[in-house]
Nanobody, 123 residues
């Protein structure tokens, strides 16, 4: 699975950006796609997820401001970011998860990452 993220940039506080993540390759059986973000010196944190069934989840810090969605084919995932704040500044990474085989009684999951796109919100 290859993930190509785009849409980052520089925006003022209160502005909006829309990130896109196009998946290609062996995309069958991807069950969850999402966005994570990371700032220097901090761990990567979950921003939003969407399942193959369309269920969504969000970090508390972005609820009501960010919306995750996908196209009808399920190959591209979007993150609409509104009311941006300086604390949203980070590198945003697209993620895809595929279930793998069961080993030793546990499901192995395969995680794939995009290359990251910088989002900078100026105050």
């Amino acid at each position: 699975v290859q993930l190509q993220a785009s849409g980052g940039g520089l925006v003022q506080t209160g502005g909006s950006l829309r990130l896109s993540c196009a998946a290609s390759g062996s995309i069958f059986s991807i069950n969850v796609m999402g966005w994570y973000r990371q700032t220097p010196g901090k761990q990567r944190e979950l921003v939003a997820t969407i399942t193959s069934g369309g269920s969504t989840g969000y970090a508390d810090s972005v609820k009501g401001r960010f919306t995750i969605s996908r196209d009808n084919a399920g190959n591209t995932v979007f993150l609409q970011m509104n009311s941006l704040r300086p604390e949203d500044t980070a590198v945003y990474y697209c993620n895809a998860n595929k279930p793998g085989p069961i080993q030793n009684g546990m499901r192995v999951n395969f995680n794939y990452w995009g290359q990251g796109t910088q989002v900078t919100v100026s105050s």
